[in-house]
């Protein structure tokens, strides 16, 4: 047997004056998308703001649905978006922030697996990771530099790719 260890390293920001002025634009431009998001039913209203590398900047918010498997996270709305727009270009960065209506969010949020499992598809298509800035709605700021720091063990398997 042999133990697999995996390291995470995300790097926290206690002041927003610490961020480079990329990363509090883009901030900004998610605290922004929160507005725009429709959460009747969570009440949990999460902003997304996307990167391209070629200076583009795309917006998401989730989306509910009384059947809540039919629902969107803002990750996925914001970079399925940019996907169609922008179909050749990479997405260098994604800024996550959120707004609960019954109390105060003091911690950053992390995407769920399978917003996870999307943007990785992003990155592998690209071969190149993706900076991910989250901020609750106040608070510190934790930037990871790739989708691999949450899952480091994520789905991807060449053999998929039909090789003949």
């Given at each position: 047997?042999?133990?697999?260890i995996?390291?995470?390293?995300v790097k926290k920001?206690?002041?927003?004056?610490?961020?480079g002025e990329?990363?509090?634009?883009?901030?900004?431009h998610?605290?922004?998308a929160?507005?725009t998001?429709?959460?009747?039913y969570?009440?949990f209203?999460?902003?997304?703001?996307?990167?391209l590398e070629?200076?583009?900047?795309?917006?998401?918010?989730?989306?509910?649905?009384?059947a809540y498997?039919s629902?969107l996270c803002?990750?996925r709305?914001?970079?399925?978006?940019?996907?169609?727009?922008?179909p050749?270009?990479a997405?260098?960065?994604?800024?996550?922030?959120?707004?609960?209506?019954d109390?105060?969010?003091?911690?950053?949020?992390?995407?769920?697996?399978?917003?996870?499992?999307?943007?990785s598809?992003?990155?592998?298509?690209?071969k190149?990771?993706?900076?991910?800035?989250?901020?609750?709605e106040v608070?510190?700021?934790?930037i990871?530099?790739g989708?691999?720091?949450?899952?480091?063990?994520?789905?991807?398997?060449?053999?998929l790719?039909?090789?003949k």
């Amino acid at each position: 047997m042999e133990e697999i260890i995996k390291t995470v390293v995300v790097k926290k920001f206690t002041e927003l004056s610490e961020l480079g002025e990329t990363d509090m634009a883009l901030l900004k431009h998610a605290k922004e998308a929160v507005h725009t998001s429709y959460a009747p039913y969570s009440k949990f209203h999460v902003g997304c703001a996307v990167l391209l590398e070629n200076g583009k900047i795309i917006l998401g918010s989730n989306q509910e649905n009384i059947a809540y498997p039919s629902g969107l996270c803002a990750e996925r709305v914001a970079i399925f978006h940019a996907g169609v727009q922008y179909p050749d270009v990479a997405v260098t960065a994604m800024a996550i922030t959120v707004k609960a209506e019954d109390y105060v969010v003091k911690e950053p949020i992390t995407s769920c697996g399978a917003c996870l499992q999307s943007m990785s598809e992003y990155e592998m298509k690209f071969k190149k990771p993706m900076r991910l800035i989250m901020q609750g709605e106040v608070g510190d700021v934790y930037i990871a530099e790739g989708i691999r720091t949450f899952l480091p063990f994520l789905f991807y398997v060449d053999e998929l790719k039909n090789k003949k």
